[in-house]
């Protein structure tokens, strides 16, 4: 009786706790003896969130556990006496939680804490949390503090410079990162250099689709206190690890938040994050964190750069989201913890369960169709403006007062670039032609017209911004040589002024269209990613399973290139300079991608003054002329020296065409309508007749011999003027166009070697540390470990876990693409007479006349998974693109044999469902071609099947009259390059509306009409694909397929820029697709020049083994005992200085010594069987 008694008291107490504290009492367990409470002290939007109620479930299934949630009015309103009992507390801070009650309950009651309570306070301020983890010898980011008074706020150690700030004497170069001591701040800010744009990122707590913004501002925040640190290049990545205990660490990674500050969330709205593996290292980092702060459970988050991992930010209690594996580890974790301290004191029987260890487990691949493993692309820079320069001698006393300013004396030498430098030399132009202008019996010895000149380059743009100009000061003792009426002697400064060679904003697009026709040569590239997101490059890589890095030289257009072409790539948004700073590298390690003309053999200077000399010769060329000026017998070049027939002849008429112009332009500048008329990319007629007339006075020289070295520089202005200046309507530079292009022809390959052994020694002096590190990248593809690595346990929706593609992109210049094609050609891969795709790969090259902007050298490794012991395992491909199709192109343009990986010639086999993500049934973008307008044919010789993976779409031309220099554009790529879907729901909806008008009000002007078709009658289903440009016949298409549909309506000059500008076209027509606003950039394309397209990839080699790369790369490195000392010394400042791993990291110098790594102690740390090579590419 009395027990049963009990028993109803004892629900009675039950009923009642859990009447009034609803959640007390774990409702899926009723307790039958004494059991251990865990309370959960937090606020409600913690205690009720789903990572805790899906660990609670779990926690809760422990016999002798019972879990008690603190409501929050009790937490906020009562005092600690009346919290209920617990044994155990989990107990943490967040906005608004009352942490010093949480502690005073502690004290009174004595629970085991599962995170302590006094550590959180430190968590809350960032000074304290790096205090911590420096004391505890973990790697963190170089950084200063800067304690503002409140009161005081000018009152502080802060000296802030153009490109970087000193904060208690600690320099931070930019870029640098700026946080607010207080961690619940969310607002941090990434401030850029002026070589990169400048500016500064914005990191926000996220808001919508939104973590971060980029903003103009360069200046930092003048009030409040901050942590200022040196900013860690990750490749645009972040790791969040959440330890449980100091034994148990889970990581996800993320898009870092400062890249392009687009949040990507799932269909549920989560950020999408993915598990990846932590190393050794890591996981002891996470051990001393999580003992250091006292927190079981704790987040903090991790940078890999430099091949470290620093910590940046304890974030303490922190839970995954939606990761079930997690949630059943971390209930374990916790309750056998609870159970070891708890359950000896309660004597409830209990014993750690044993289990064996997680071992980590890569699926092996067994599918018979190749699996790519590795890409590697070496990429000429896009469309650039004309380099120019400016030489004139100065003695004015401030000139000499500025070279002193900046240490000149120090080496007779002064290179300025910042925006503050050449501020100082604008400012000396300004008062001399001022001063010039008052008072013309001045002594000022600076002739009127170059310093005119000095001061209107400096003045372009407005702003000096990028790498765009630089001044250099060379000190003469005597000063230059003078005629014999010389008023003076004495030292003097030679000023040369660069400038030019900026990247265009066709350029730009080149990069960025290229970047998104890349990703068709990876698995599933031609799927839709938008409608499919199982597949692709995009899929690769935002499931953390694609190791990527971007090389560029130090040049600022090979740099925007890189960052153009990453964005394109990988679909990233907004403005380049934080894709700059974060995605690119900077590669500038004694010849890896710069040239290092002093370590260059002179053999190219004596190649230079043979060509010069056979180039003098004022007769017709002879068959002797044609031996040794084209010993290879390149068709190109034959050709080009038919056109040429007598070299002066030809120069002369050069020469005459180039006064022609400057006498054109000088009209122009005399019409008084022309005053104002601005050309491409901020350029004016004076600007444009000072180039022209530079090259006229340096072309001829004084003893009337031709100066050969200026031919590339003739074709190359002229080769822009014709592309981005054509409506200025010149005479004749169609003519100089040919003529140049023929002499270039010749000059600028032949400048790097007549014979074979010419070209492979010069070849060699300027690439063989880029080989080398080719190689590398080919034998490590597998065994990178400093890269995130999806983990395959805690993987959801991702088919195979184990795949890793690994990809290595170097954008250069002209000369290392030349070299690279130099080694390939004669460097003794294969044997022409033996093979035949060789024999005609070569034959192809050879009729390649120009690697223009964009050109392209791509290799692809394959692995067969069918021969896992044999040589035929790995197999390597070779595919090359001449770059962007230049000016009158396709009437000459060498025919190839297409792009053909050998993935796209087995067919017949099929992946394996364990090891390749099937990606047969996706659906596969269709080309947008453009339906040529009643005037336009099809004429390309380009034209071939399509195949996939191809970038290749037919092109189309205009003809007869519409023929207009460089208009011979059509669509980049194809639509699956693009990301676009052909399939729009809205489509028929779309084109029944009737006609529209671009702009509101009927122009004078016919109207052009833009047909969308409707659906075919063989795919019902399906709206058409083809934008016809059509000019109007009594108001409608003449045309029967376009009978009955509603045109968009434009003008006639919209519709001839839109035959022409593949840009806007494309633009348009996905708009029309998806159903989307016009976009403001259709309402005034004046400012749009005609981007070239670019030709599609074309394979040289389809069948290369591995060993045998491999081979030929060890036999053209090791040839030369100088170029391997060349390749060691570029290789190892890999490791001695951090200026490669990102282009704007800090110097050595300012390194800290935990981030420090030196060659010797990088080798030293290798296992002892692991080559010196293998240390050096796994870092790589």
Known sequence: MSSVVITLVSLVISLHLSLLYPGLLCPLHKPPERQIVVGICAMMKKSKSKPMTQILERLCKFDYINVVIFPEEVILEEPVEKWPLCDCLISFHSKGFPLDKAVEYAKLRNPLLINDLNMQYYIQDRREVYRILREEGIDLPRYAVLNRDPDNPEECNLVEGEDHVEVNGEVFPKPFVEKPVCAEDHNVYIYYPTSAGGGSQRLFRK????????????????????????????????????????????????????????????????????????????????????????????????????????????????????????????????????????APQFHIPWSIPMEAEDIPIVPTTSGTMMELRCVIAIIRHGDRTPKQKMKMEVRHPLFFELFDKYGGYKSGKLKLKKPKQLQEVLDIARLLLVELGQHTDCEIEEKKSKLEQLKTVLEMYGHFSGINRKVQLTYLRNGQPKASNSKKDGPSLLLVLKWGGELTPAGRVQAEELGRAFRCMYPGGQGDYAGFPGCGLLRLHSTYRHD?????????????????????????????????????????????????????????QKVKARLHEIMQKDQELTQDDYQKLAPTGSPSLVNSMKVIENPVKTCDKVYGLIQSLTSQIRKRLEDPKSADLQLYHSETLELMLQRWSKLERDFRTKNGRYDISKIPDIYDCIKYDSQHNASLGLEDTLELFRLSRALADIVIPQEYGISKAEKLDIAQAYCVPLMKKIQLDLQRTHEDEAVNKLHPLYSRGVMSPGRHVRTRLYFTSESHVHSLLSIFRYGGLLDEEKDWQWKQAMDYLSAVSELNYMTQIVIMLYEDNDKPSSEERFHVELHFSPGVKGCEDEENVPLGYGFRPASSENQDKKPNQGSLEDLSQDQVDQALPVSEPINIQRRSPMIRNRKTGSMEVPDLSVSGADVMLCSLCSGLFSASALGVSCSAPNLRDYVRTGPILINDTPPPAPLYLLFLPPCSASHPSEPSDRLHVVPPLGGRPAEPALQGVAPLAVDGAMAHHLRHCPYHLRLLKNCLLSDQELPESLHGFEGCSMVPSIYPLETLHNSLSLKQVDEFLNNVCESSSEAHAKTMKALSSLFDSQSQTSLYSPQQPLSSSGSETSLHSLCCDAVDTEGFLGVLSRCL
């Open 207 to 342: 808001i919508g689709s939104r973590s971060s913004v980029y903003s103009p501002e360069s200046s930092v925040r003048k009030t409040g206190s901050y942590i200022y640190e040196e900013f860690m290049p990750t490749d645009g990545t972040d790791v969040k690890v959440y330890t449980v205990g100091p034994d148990y660490a889970h990581a996800e990674a993320r898009k870092s938040p400062a890249l392009d500050g687009k949040v990507e969330r799932d269909s549920e709205g989560k950020e999408i994050r993915y598990p990846v593996m932590l190393t050794s290292m890591e996981k002891l980092v996470a051990r001393k964190v999580c003992l250091a702060f006292k927190q079981t459970v704790c987040g903090f988050d991790l940078l890999r750069a430099n091949g470290h991992s620093f910590v940046c930010d304890v974030n303490g209690f922190s839970f995954v989201k939606n990761s079930m594996k997690y949630y059943d580890d971390c209930a374990k974790v916790l309750g056998n913890m609870v159970m070891r301290e708890l």
């Open 548 to 604: 990527l890095k971007i090389y560029a030289s130090d040049e600022g257009r090979v740099q925007m290139t890189a960052a153009a072409f990453a964005k394109g790539l990988l679909a990233l948004e907004g403005e380049l300079t934080p894709i700059l700073v974060q995605m690119v590298k900077s590669a500038n390690m004694n010849g890896l991608l710069d040239s290092d003309s002093d370590s260059l053999t002179d053999c190219q």
